[in-house]
């Protein structure tokens, strides 16, 4: 696509349940990142995919918070077991290379709201 | 390891006047070194990037900044402020061998005045 597409934009969900999250990355963009943004907060970093190769895994919070890359391509982030400090905004990136740090490209993110 | 500071939180300007949001970085390897800018309920969108070439890089909407090894420094700057230019400003340092992987500072809010 012609830029990182994330759904949904905005999800409200119950403390205790568990959600997911999609990230489309700009097509052939090898790398895919996520972040998290609290409020009044930087961006934490959560994940990173590149290849083939095994994630990055070493910024998620705790064992509620898994993701996986499918065939290269699409990302889902699945945060189970809400909790309200759960509540941030998603974003996702994607990079066409490493190791040159060429930026990222972001996606508009997605709101999440623990109620 | 690798840090950002960005001093300021929230930095205000008339419209016209120079705008100058300040970035320090902490790297124990040369670095790169990015501006983004955040919108209201937008994505993070690439301003400009060091990429150890030229020190002083020009980005988008008039803005540059320049990196200064002696200072750790790489701060942002415009000549005069736009209204439009009202948003979140991002710092991020990367380094070869991290893998692309960004640290973020915490962000500047930039408000432009009448």
């Known amino acids: 696509g012609a830029g990182v597409s994330q759904s949904p934009s905005n999800k409200v969900t119950e403390k205790g349940k568990d959600v997911e999250l999609r990230c489309d990355p700009i097509?052939?963009?090898?790398?895919l990142y996520w972040y998290r943004q609290s409020l009044g907060q930087g961006l934490e970093f959560l994940i990173y995919?590149?290849?083939?190769?095994?994630?990055?895994k070493s910024g998620l919070p705790s064992d509620r918070f898994s993701a996986e890359r499918t065939g290269g391509s699409v990302s889902t982030l699945t945060i189970q077991r809400t909790q309200q400090e759960d509540s941030a905004v998603y974003l996702c990136?994607?990079?066409?290379?490493?190791?040159?740090?060429?930026?990222?490209?972001f996606g508009s993110g997605t709101r999440l709201t623990v109620v | 390891a690798q840090s950002v500071t960005q001093l300021g939180s929230h930095v205000s300007v008339s419209e016209g006047a120079l705008v100058l949001l300040r970035c320090n970085y902490s790297?124990?390897?040369?670095?790169?070194l990015f501006w983004y800018v955040q919108y209201p309920n937008q994505g993070l969108q690439l301003l400009l990037k060091?990429?150890?070439?030229?020190?002083l890089v020009k980005g988008i909407n008039g803005f540059e900044a320049e990196f200064k090894k002696s200072e750790t420094s790489f701060h942002l700057t415009k000549p005069s402020a736009h209204m439009s230019d009202a948003a979140e400003y991002f710092c991020?340092?990367?380094?070869?061998?991290?893998?692309?992987?960004?640290?973020f500072g915490t962000g500047t809010q930039l408000k432009v005045e009448l």
């Open positions: 097509s052939g963009h090898t790398a």
């Open positions: 990136a994607s990079s066409s290379r490493t190791g040159d740090n060429y930026g990222y490209t």
């Open positions: 991020a340092v990367g380094t070869t061998g991290g893998g692309n992987k960004l640290t």
């Open positions: 995919f590149q290849g083939n190769s095994a994630p990055d």
């Open positions: 060091y990429t150890s070439a030229a020190t």
């Open positions: 790297s124990s390897v040369p670095p790169y």
